[in-house]
């Protein structure tokens, strides 16, 4: 049985590979045809659809013109046809011609034509059948009537008579024009008031050339006098169509197209006007407002749209609806279309698109377009007439938009690019124009395109609205002639916008009106701060010096100026423009918005020159370390001479003061805010939460959009309110967080120093004026610092459990820092003791070339200086002598001394430590604001909140390396700490 079955065994084998092999040879197949196209294929060849590929024709026969069949040659019939294929027969010699269907050769009464069928004379038909549709033996050439009453000339395709054109029978009742008459465009005219020759130049401006246009030449006059004479409303719309074309644009050439439409516009008058509308003239296209001077004003401003508008509420109210009645260039009414995308050349989604007709939304999009594809997609121009759609349920109603034309010229001027009392209203418009630039031929390549490059709506609000009114808006479009060069490679920018405008002249003028009061306040502070800089410098005399100080004030409190009424300009915009219900304001517009840049650039500009002063005073701020420290014991020392001991004091340990300077040149640059999280909590809100999105140019107060939707621009005003208020409020935060939170439960550096001074017994005296400074009494109420752990923690826990006396400078009281205003003669005799200690850091050619040792000399001086102003302290000199007493109010106010320190110094109390004003801790405020106004110009001209925060950050940290640097050696060279021990 085994035996048996093997062979079938094999043989399913076999077979199954073979089948395999077949299979993997299909898979494995390549399919690769040759590619060829119908102008490939020679005179004998056609271009066979179904192959893709050229065919040699049949015997006798040709390609026809299309390339994608075959006919018979001249002299020859089709004899069969079974549509895909032709079999042709020669015609016999008594029957040369062959039928205008080509299925039948006929003798001609006359001549062949090139074609070798018959041809008639003019006016006559060829006759080849019977009535019964029998082939006659001979053809004939039958006569049209073209008299009463036949009036009948050839059809088009010349076998049949047909009646002739109705203009040729109400002008001549025949068939003839006649030579009193003018034909023009298949019809025939009588003389009228149009002129008999006119001018078919389409004037490109932008190119300063003139095209005649063929659509022109062929169409112009004969749709002219079909409007004039016939009242034919699609003639009519045909030639303000070329008006259109050529840009409304009025010359003193009458037989133009715009010329030609106006003598039609004249001559019409006793047919009345449309809709009641007086510029819109019976059976003709509403082409202009009127020429009358302000018309356009009067148009635009009058009367407001009977509709409000509204962001929020049951009535909200954002839809703007618009309607177009569409037009062919030939005057064919086509079509009632919506207005969405249809107005915008540039491709994107309907859903952004539709974007620009919500109101209070700018909308702004450009792009580049092919050439080549404007060619192949605007074959010939649409034209679009705009009403506003006021539709209400079945209330149907519509207002017209009025247009705008920037190229329309009047004798040579751009009468719509000058004031608007000149401006010429009007109505219809297009996007492309590849047709009036065609010269010769309508089928050849245009040598000039018009293209819409700017199309941009404009709404005004009606001003103090409470309604949300508008005036009817304005078109205006600017065109772009393009010279057709390489169209492949050519490309036009084009673009579209919707934007809102709301008259700013009160806002204006009352930002005008706070810089100008607010400003004159800051003259008066300004003078203010140089008399008290006056006094504190002890220098009567107005000088050069003093003008350049009142100015450098001026510069300071004329940027508040400016950076209040900008910060307060941009939150109300803010506020207002993004809560309103009914729309009553609108934001600037960006070229009303110049201004308000100006005016935060002067901020800044000004706020940094303030900024560098205070800087540069802080960094030549006279600073003194007073030691109280007195030697304790005796030491033993022997001396040169022989057999002589001599017991000086121990000396006084220096670290005590290193140590205080060390601490004093760390808190020079601390602040009330830390930059790092300011910068970081700032771009967390803009960024991440979004709210950088408020600042856009729309009415929504939302934080996300979809990703889908269309982002509007930014407004500056809106950008600039928004990202300065969150900074400051952000800055504030801090401040109010480090006072009320930090530095009383965690650490404040300002009494940590002044309790290290108690605890070194160690005084500071600061000078930041030549007669004025800060003075911090840190002498130990125990007498002594340099001592051991044991002793200094007892000494602590007696004044802890008030076992000593108090710190404050007078008996009893706990007053350390103190304002102070010394007299002329202590300062004199302040520089004459510092004066080694100048020319030390002086040029070396200043330096006494006496001295051996001038680093012994300037220990000297510094020791002499301890003493001195330790002795002045102590009321030791009588003709230096000092007072202690309160400030008044008003002098902690306005910050200027009423009394003069003319024989004795006046110590002010102090207990709000106004010695940190030559620290950046006490100018909080300065820094606060110049960062705020950096943050925004950064911002403003990158329009990147990450860009402006990373630069904000960088410049923080610049300045604050500037201030510990410079501030370090300036300490190092005013009390003798060597700068090694500043880390």
């Known amino acids: 049985m085994a035996t048996g079955t093997l062979p079938i065994t094999n043989w399913r084998l076999s077979l199954t590979i073979f089948i395999v092999l077949k299979l993997n040879t299909l898979h494995c197949q390549h399919f690769i045809v040759s590619f060829q196209a119908p102008s490939d294929c020679g005179e004998e060849h056609f271009f066979d659809i179904s192959r893709l590929s050229c065919v040699k024709c ?91 009453p036949a009036l009948s000339v050839p059809n088009s395709s010349g076998d049949r008579c047909e009646r002739c054109q109705v203009s040729f029978i109400n002008t001549t009742l025949s068939c003839a024009c006649g030579s009193s008459n003018i034909p023009a465009g298949g019809l025939c005219f009588p003389l009228n008031n149009l002129p008999s020759t006119v001018n078919p130049n389409v004037n490109f401006a932008d190119l300063a050339l003139p095209v005649q246009s063929a659509w022109f030449v062929k169409n112009m006059y004969s749709s002219a006098a079909a409007c004039l004479v016939f009242s034919n409303l699609t003639a009519c719309q045909a030639l303000g169509n070329m008006c259109v074309m050529n840009m409304h644009s009025f010359s003193s050439v009458a037989s133009d197209a715009c010329g030609l439409f106006n003598t039609i516009f004249r001559s019409t008058a006793a047919l009345g006007s449309t809709q009641d509308i007086s510029y819109w003239r019976a059976n003709l296209p509403w082409l202009y407002y009127g020429d009358q001077p302000g018309l356009a004003s009067r148009v635009l401003q009058t009367d407001p749209l009977p509709v409000g508008f509204s962001f929020k509420g049951s009535k909200k109210n954002t ?47 450009s792009c580049d377009l092919s050439v080549a594809d404007l060619l192949r997609m605007y074959r010939e121009p649409l034209f679009y007439d705009l009403f506003v759609d006021l539709s209400r349920g079945e209330d149907g ?85 393009v010279l057709i060069t390489d169209p492949s490679v050519q490309t036009v920018s084009v673009s579209f916008a919707v934007e809102y405008e709301m008259e700013q002249s009160e806002a204006r003028m009352k930002t005008d009106t706070a810089l100008g009061v607010l400003g004159g306040l800051a003259v008066l502070y300004s003078l203010l701060k140089t008399v008290s800089w006056k006094r504190r410098i002890a220098s009567p005399l107005i000088d050069m010096e003093t003008m350049l100080k009142f100015l450098l004030f001026y510069a300071g409190d004329l940027a508040n100026v400016f950076f209040i009424i900008t910060v307060g300009t941009g939150l109300y915009w803010l506020i207002f423009y993004k809560a309103q219900h009914y729309v009553s304001v609108l934001l600037p517009l960006p070229a009303q918005e110049e201004r308000f840049v100006t005016y935060i650039g002067c901020a800044f500009a000004l706020k940094t020159i303030q900024f560098l002063h205070k800087l540069i005073l802080q960094l030549s701020v006279d600073v003194f370390f007073i030691d109280w420290e007195r030697p304790r014991s005796k030491a033993t020392r022997t001396v040169q001479a022989p057999g002589e001991v001599k017991r000086d004091p121990s000396p006084v340990s220096i670290w005590r003061t290193y140590f205080v300077a060390n601490e004093w040149n760390e808190i020079q640059a601390i602040r009330k805010i830390s930059p790092t999280f300011q910068v970081m909590a700032v771009l967390f809100f803009l960024e991440v939460l979004s709210f950088s999105n408020l600042a ?6 939302t934080l996300k959009r979809p990703p889908q939707a269309y982002i509007p621009p930014y407004s500056l005003t809106l950008r600039y309110g928004l990202a300065a208020t969150l900074w400051l409020c952000i800055g504030l935060l801090q401040v109010m967080f480090f006072s009320l939170f930090h530095e009383r439960f965690v650490e404040d550096k300002i009494r940590q120093f002044v309790d290290l001074c108690s605890i070194s017994n160690i005084s500071v005296l600061l000078l930041s004026h030549r007669c004025f400074g800060y003075y911090i009494h840190g002498r130990s109420v125990h007498g002594h610092a340099d001592t051991n752990m044991e002793e200094m923690n007892a000494n602590l826990k007696r004044e802890a459990e008030s076992l000593c006396g108090q710190r404050g400078l007078l008996p009893n009281t706990d007053t350390q820092t103190f ?18 200690l100048s020319r030390r850091n002086g040029p070396s050619r200043l330096v006494d070339a006496s001295s051996a040792n001038p680093f012994e000399q300037s220990t000297r001086a510094y020791n002499t200086m301890n003493r001195f102003l330790g002795s002045v302290i102590d009321h030791a000199h009588r003709d230096m002598d000092y007072i202690v007493k309160d400030k008044l109010l008003f002098e902690r106010v306005i910050g200027m001394e009423f009394l003069e320190p003319n024989d004795k110094s006046i110590f002010y109390n102090d207990e709000s430590h106004s010695f940190s ?42 300045f604050r390396l500037i201030r510990n640097a410079i501030g370090r050696r300036n300490l190092a060279n005013k009390t003798l700490v060597d700068e090694r021990f500043l880390i």
């Open 58 to 148: 049949g015997p006798n026969q040709r390609r026809t013109t299309t390339g994608l069949n075959c006919e018979c040659e001249t002299g020859y019939r089709i004899l069969t046809s079974n549509g895909a294929s032709i079999t042709c027969q020669q015609c016999p010699a008594d029957k040369p011609a062959v039928t205008e269907d080509g299925f039948g050769c006929i003798r001609c009464p006359g001549s062949l034509s090139d074609a070798g069928t018959c041809q008639c004379s003019k006016g006559s038909v060829l006759v080849e059948r019977d009535v019964q549709g029998n082939l006659l033996g001979e053809a004939r050439c039958e006569m049209c009537n073209g008299d009463d």
């Open 319 to 365: 839809d703007i609806k618009l309607l177009a009645a569409v037009y062919n260039v030939g005057g064919e009414f086509l079509r009632w279309e919506k207005i969405g995308g249809n107005l915008q050349l540039c491709p994107d989604t309907a859903t952004r698109q539709m974007a620009a007709y919500t109101f209070g939304t700018d909308y702004q999009e």
């Open 397 to 481: 109603k519509l207002i017209p938009l009025p247009t705008l034309v920037l190229n329309q010229q009047y004798n040579g001027r751009f009468i719509n690019q000058e004031n608007t009392k000149n401006w010429y209203l009007s109505r219809r418009m297009f996007l492309v124009d590849t047709l009036s630039g065609r010269e010769k031929s309508l089928s050849t390549q245009p040598k000039v395109i018009r293209v819409a490059s700017m199309v941009k709506i404009r709404f005004q609000l009606v001003t103090g609205t409470q309604k949300g009114q508008v005036f009817p808006p304005l078109m205006s479009v600017s065109y772009r002639d």
């Open 696 to 701: 856009l140019r729309d009415p929504l107060s």
């Open 819 to 836: 304002q102070i205003s010394i007299t002329n003669r202590l300062r004199l005799q302040y520089d004459r003791i510092r004066e080694p």
């Open 917 to 958: 004003d030559v620290l950046f801790y006490g100018n909080e405020a300065t820094l606060l604001v110049f960062d705020t106004l950096f943050f925004c110009v950064v911002d403003l001209g990158s329009q990147s909140f990450v860009l402006a925060a990373v630069l904000t950050y960088v410049q923080q940290m610049i």
